[in-house]
């Protein structure tokens, strides 16, 4: 049904800053609560930052005053805007519904902070 396809990823120094997109499929897409999620070898898919149908925000304290969610519902488009990165930020980086099901992921983009 409904698809995500995420990119932006790449390579980037400590502080450097990279933007992400999230590309949906489907004509409900406004209506969705969405988020963006990363995840790392041995570790749980984690919540970065949220985003409802009203607009509002939410981020995980880690990444709180660095990274901004939004979206464009007329694009099928959200975006994540990720200034001063840490390498703790590396990860595989996920946009999807939240509380997605099973099966609904996507490859995800790759994000590497490194000197």
């Known amino acids: 049904q409904v698809r995500f396809v995420e990119s932006g990823g790449g390579l980037v120094q400590p502080g450097g800053s990279l933007r992400l997109s999230c590309q949906a499929s489907g004509s409900i897409f406004r209506l969705y609560a969405m988020g963006w999620y990363r995840q790392t070898p041995g570790k749980q898919r984690e919540l970065v930052a949220g985003?409802?149908?009203?607009?509002?925000?939410n981020y995980a304290d880690s990444v709180k005053g660095r990274f901004t969610i939004s979206r464009d519902n007329a694009k099928n488009t959200m975006y994540l805007q990720m200034n001063s990165l840490k390498p703790e930020d590396t990860a595989v980086y996920f946009c999807?519904?939240?509380?997605?099901?099973?099966?609904?992921w996507g490859q995800g983009t790759q994000v590497t902070v490194s000197s």
């Open positions: 999807n519904r939240r509380n997605a099901s099973p099966g609904s």
């Open positions: 985003i409802d149908s009203w607009e509002n925000t």
